[in-house]
Every structure is written in structure tokens, then in C-alpha cells.
């Protein structure tokens, strides 16, 4: 479903990284004082910014983002979570 919503914003690439040992990323939190670890990221790739917001503010823009939203409730935690929007800057690799 969300791929199909995704496509429907005009989303070229859609990744989900899910989080590997949790006691791993528990001791690299604690030893760098960060916040408890995630369960996971998301990437949603885009032609442009340009493109993903002229894409919310068509009609079935604005039905695909509801229709994910309403299925995210299912299994995000959405006040505690976090999105952004970002540029890519490649510097090794």
C-alpha cells in the first residue's frame, strides 16, 4: 500500500532500514549520550523538493498522504517520531 501511495506522490525509491541488534545499538546510544534507539528509517526518494510539494497539493497528492498517514497510525509512534526533508551530500564512497 505504501509503495503504491508513494508512486502516487511521484516517490522513485522507497527504503526501509530496520534496526539490527538491539543491544548494539542500546551500548552505541548509552556511550554517546543520545536518546534510546530507534526501530527504523525510512527514505522516500523524490525527483525534487519541487516535485513532492507540487505532488501534495494535487488531489490524489493529498489522498495518497492521507491514506499513508492513516495507515502509519498503525505502527509509528507519530508524536515521537521525526521527518525531513534532505539534500543529499556524498562525501566518501
Known sequence: MAAEQIQVLGGYRYVQSHAADATQNLLLSTTRGADEPIDAIV???????????????????????????????????????????????????
Do not use: M, Y
Request: negative net charge.
Open 43 to 93: 527514505e522516500v526518494w523524490f525527483p525534487s523538493e519541487q516535485a513532492l510539494i507540487t505532488a501534495l497539493a494535487t488531489p490524489a497528492g493529498i489522498e495518497a498522504n492521507l491514506r499513508l498517514t492513516e495507515d502509519e497510525k498503525n505502527f509509528i509512534d507519530l508524536p515521537r517520531s521525526s521527518f525531513c526533508l534532505t539534500r543529499e551530500h556524498v562525501l566518501l564512497g
